[in-house]
């Protein structure tokens, strides 16, 4: 998820709450004119590992954390990017014959 309007400070406890509340991974990415800055939780994908190979791979200006939390900075034109390559690292892990399989659909933009 991504938008303009979000503040940079309260992202964390959005994608914490969401988690709670959904029990699915979530990146919370609040975006400015050229920059975006992210918070990223789950409970069962390491999105630390994940954030940090998108890190070396160039797509994210900066990025690290943890097995259950992360945070990154990236611009605003790698968001779908940095999406593409998070879904198909996922699904090269799991078992994509079981529930586990986690599809990226759509970025919701709250501004539309």
Avoid at 25 to 44: E, T
Avoid at 49 to 58: D, F, H, Q, R, T
Avoid at 69 to 89: C, H
């Amino acid at each position: 998820m991504e938008s303009y309007e979000w503040h940079p400070g309260v992202i964390g406890i959005v994608a914490s709450r969401l988690l709670d509340e959904f029990q699915k991974p979530i990146i919370i990415i609040s975006k400015n004119d050229k920059l975006g800055v992210g918070s990223a939780r789950s409970n069962n994908i390491d999105l630390g590992s994940l954030i940090i190979s998108a890190k070396e791979e160039g797509i994210l200006i900066k990025g690290g954390g943890h097995r259950f939390a992360a945070g990154l900075k990236i611009e605003n034109s790698k968001i779908k990017l940095l999406s593409n390559y998070i879904e198909k690292k996922i699904n090269l892990n799991f078992d994509i014959s079981c529930d586990n399989k986690i599809i990226s659909d759509s970025i919701l933009f709250l501004e539309e």
